[in-house]
């Protein structure tokens, strides 16, 4: 039986384009080919069900986005609802009948009174376009506008939520297209307010048109007298007006029902009847001015006594429930602490501020903060259009695809002893970065133009030290002509932000971070992961691990680098022995990293002599590692040029690099890391095969 049902609604389903297209053809043919009046019958009543359907469908709903497809069905209904005026408008004016639904309504419901009929359709016309659809329309475009506007705002919060790990990045996913599709649905409704509106009017204007038709007909064609030919026409034309203006009723009702549910949890009667009953004293006061109105002298005093002592006994049974309720939950809480348990707490709440235990989370220290000054609030508050936490999550996503660092969730807190645009940067407690900003500034900066030409605030870009100007946003434009380039405060130190967690992302890659990765490559290589943990110990691999991410190559290839550890790790246990194998191991992604948009890399070599003189002073072995045995003055040379070659390149547009002999890069790159942090050092083990060098010339 079962699957009988699911193959019928598969059949449905399988075909619903193909009637929903028969079904608008049908609908635009009505217009033009005269119905016949039994048929006539058939569909106004399917179109009053369809009302009525539709108005109760709106009743069950608890989210608008689970009836999407609503604008398109009051297209759809508004359009059915003109091709029946035009059909019956052509069957009154024709053959003066129009089937007996409408003639049924043009007698029976109005008292055959074409005036008592043709003030009830202009109460409805006036109810429906005046009052439903008028509130309907203004509701609908302001849910479209606060739903747009509060769209960054919904979409931070679900980057915060992945950023914490609360959901996944399929549930993510999921909400960020429930949030566009409540934009979209909003937007659409704002437009099919519109229909409605209009299928009043059109409503309305018809009827008019029909009436004078009719009269037209009746006296020059027929020659009835006025008097006749009004009764016949009008109450005609009354009748099909009422049969087209009880659907559109019901359907501007069920529009107005849609758009104004906002924060139901489930359906709307029950919603309504919670939001009523929902506290006794309101019930109690309207028990009360009843009874008032009971007694007062004219007025009738049995509806209001009656209605007022309805009112008491709802009041009184709602008490009486709130209160059982409460002592329920009382007892449960009770029940579940236990008299011991809440002693030993009111015990340790009165020994708290002497207890040792209530400064142990003062120990505690965050992976990564920013503190910022209060006049910085409003980056970070998303309710004042702040989009740091945004920017924050991105950066995090962008450091794990193109280093493979697990970033901790950064917290952001305010600190009064800052400056108000002041905000610094910790490292595990630690200060690592300081800036400025200005808010509702840009920082301007250039490197061929003065800074002088433009009028501002002269400042230093904080993430590389570059000399910069904080500008007006009316001069913004005027920048980005003469070539500046310009960024807002978020992008700034969003900026400062990634080049700290490039620079010190060593420190964030704990013993515990580095336990993780190697679940990780457990769950899909366990005999890499087996094979290691059985070579080397933990503090090994964080070790190579760090050295590895202080010189930004990217760990995400962790199969890659745990199988290269597994391999030397059996007869070398020196951290800087195994960071050199291992980054021979990942020469492709080196050299990738390096290339430029034609595939070269261009380099400084270390000279021979330079790399012999470095070669004879080291001391140490494979296992206890290497020390540096050259002169003070030896080393500020090597220094001094190869800063030089990293200015020269840099200001070429060519990313710094020095090539060195596989025995001296470790070392090498030890001296050039306090003053050259941006400077790559590579050995020729790291260039991948196929790649093409361009020497720029040596540093001596």
Not at 468 to 490: F, H, K, L, N
Request: charged share 20%.
């Amino acid at each position: 039986m079962a699957e009988t049902a699911v193959s019928s609604e598969n059949r449905v389903t399988k075909y619903a384009d193909v009637g929903l297209a028969v079904l608008l053809v049908t609908i635009i043919v009505m217009m033009i080919i005269p119905v016949p009046t039994v048929l006539l019958d058939v569909l106004l009543a399917a179109n009053i069900a369809f009302g009525v359907m539709m108005l109760l469908a709106t009743f069950y709903v608890n989210n608008a986005l689970e009836i999407a497809a609503f604008p398109s069905i009051v297209l759809i209904a508004t359009l059915f609802r003109l091709s029946l005026n035009i059909s019956t408008t052509r069957q009154i004016l024709l053959n003066g009948y129009a089937g007996e639904v409408v003639s049924a309504f043009g007698s029976f419901v109005v008292g055959g009174n074409y005036v008592v009929g043709g003030v009830v359709f202009l109460i409805l016309v006036v109810i429906q376009f005046l009052v439903i659809t008028k509130g309907s329309e203004r509701v609908a475009e302001v849910a479209a506008r606060f739903t747009l506007d509060a769209m960054p705002g919904k979409q931070m919060a679900i980057d915060a939520d992945l950023n914490a790990g609360i959901i996944d990045e399929t549930e993510a996913r999921v909400r960020r297209k429930n949030i566009q599709r409540e934009a979209d649905f909003y937007g659409a409704m704002d437009g099919a307010s519109k229909f409605v509106k209009g299928d009043a009017i059109a409503g309305l204007i018809i009827t008019i048109i029909n009436i004078l038709g009719g009269l037209a007909i009746g006296v020059l064609q027929r020659g009835l007298q006025i008097g006749a030919a009004l009764q016949a026409y009008s109450l005609l034309t009354v009748g099909d007006g009422l049969v087209s203006q009880v659907p559109a009723l019901l359907f501007s009702t069920a529009t107005g029902i849609i758009v104004t549910r906002s924060a139901g949890e489930s359906d709307l009667g029950l919603d309504i009847i919670k939001s009523l009953t929902g506290n006794h004293r309101p019930l109690l006061i309207g028990c009360g001015m009843l009874f008032a109105l009971a007694i007062v002298p004219g007025l009738p005093t049995i509806p209001f006594a009656v209605l007022g002592v309805l009112l008491a006994v709802m009041a009184r049974g709602i008490y009486r429930e709130g209160e059982a309720q409460r002592v329920e939950s009382e007892r449960k809480q009770g029940s579940q602490r236990g008299p011991s348990q809440a002693g030993g707490e009111q015990g340790a709440a009165q020994a708290a501020p002497g207890s040792p235990e209530n400064v142990l989370p003062l120990l505690t220290v965050d992976p990564m903060e920013v503190e910022i000054g209060y006049a910085l609030i409003s980056m970070v508050d998303p309710g004042q259009g702040g989009d740091m936490l945004d920017r924050i999550g991105t950066i995090r996503r962008q450091m794990a695809m193109d280093l493979g660092l697990v970033v901790p969730p950064i917290r952001i807190r305010d600190n009064i002893q800052l400056k108000p645009t002041e905000y610094v940067i910790r490292v595990k407690g630690a200060e690592v970065g300081r800036g400025e900003l200005m808010p509702d500034h840009y920082l301007s900066m250039s490197v061929d133009q003065s800074d002088d030409a433009l009028v501002g605030i002269p400042t230093t870009e904080p993430s590389f030290g570059l000399p910069a100007v904080w500008i007006s946003p009316e001069v913004r434009d005027q920048a980005e002509a003469m070539g500046y380039t310009v960024v807002d405060c978020p992008s700034v130190l969003a900026t400062h932000l990634s080049e700290v967690i490039k620079r010190y992302g060593a420190d964030l890659l704990t013993r515990q971070e580095v336990q993780k990765l190697v679940d990780l490559v457990k769950e899909s290589n366990p005999a890499v992961a087996g094979e290691l943990v059985g070579t080397l110990g933990l503090g090994d691999v964080q070790k190579v691990l760090q050295n590895l991410a202080k010189e930004q190559v990217p760990i995400r290839d962790l199969v890659t680098i745990f199988e290269t550890l597994s391999d030397f790790g059996r007869f070398a246990k020196g951290v800087d022995y195994l960071t050199e194998r291992v980054r021979e191991s990942l020469s492709r992604v080196i050299t990738l990293r390096l290339q430029d948009e034609s595939g070269v890399i261009s380099v400084f070599a270390l000279s021979p002599k330079v790399e012999q003189r470095i070669k004879d002073s080291l001391q140490g072995d494979l296992n206890q590692g290497w020390q540096l045995g050259l002169s003070p003055v030896e080393v500020q040379q090597i220094m001094k040029s190869s800063a030089a070659a990293a200015e020269q390149m840099a200001m070429a547009g060519l990313t710094p690099v020095i090539l060195a002999h596989p025995d001296v890069r470790f070392i090498t790159r030890k001296i050039l890391e306090g003053t050259l942090p941006q400077l790559f050092v590579i050995s020729y083990n790291e260039i991948a095969q196929g790649a093409q060098l361009k020497s720029l010339g040596t540093v001596e």
